[in-house]
């Protein structure tokens, strides 16, 4: 099992910065990637940046240049640090934690509110 808790989320000014975390916790062992989601009111959820236990990193173009997904193994810790914020990254963000074993698995933390003010 993975448990997966985040913080940072906030309300913030346009042009400005947050940074998310993301601790994990259980079998962390066998996470193969972690990731952020987004949810916006009436929108699906996206993808925003991921990053696999290798450190090779994806992301949404709409973020690209502006978000930065790193991790830091000794506390089990994915960050997302989002620069130059715009109105339109204001949603849940959720993070994700891929197991591959027999068959794929997705775990989910609860989500951080992220507000970007106009």
């Known amino acids: 099992q993975v448990q997966l808790v985040e913080s940072g989320g906030g309300l913030v000014q346009a042009g400005g910065s947050l940074r998310l975390s993301c601790a994990a916790s259980g079998s962390i062992f066998s996470i193969n990637a972690m990731g952020w989601y987004r949810q916006a009111p009436g929108k699906q959820r996206e993808l925003v940046a991921a990053i696999t236990s290798g450190g090779n990193t994806n992301y949404a173009d709409s973020v690209k240049g502006r978000f930065t997904i790193s991790r830091d193994g000794a506390k089990n810790t994915v960050y997302l640090q989002m620069n130059s914020l715009k109105f339109e990254d204001t949603a849940v963000y959720y993070c994700?934690?891929?197991?591959?074993?027999?068959?794929?698995?997705?775990?989910w933390g609860q989500g951080t509110q992220v507000t970007v003010s106009s």
């Open positions: 994700n934690a891929r197991v591959v074993a027999l068959i794929k698995l997705d775990y």
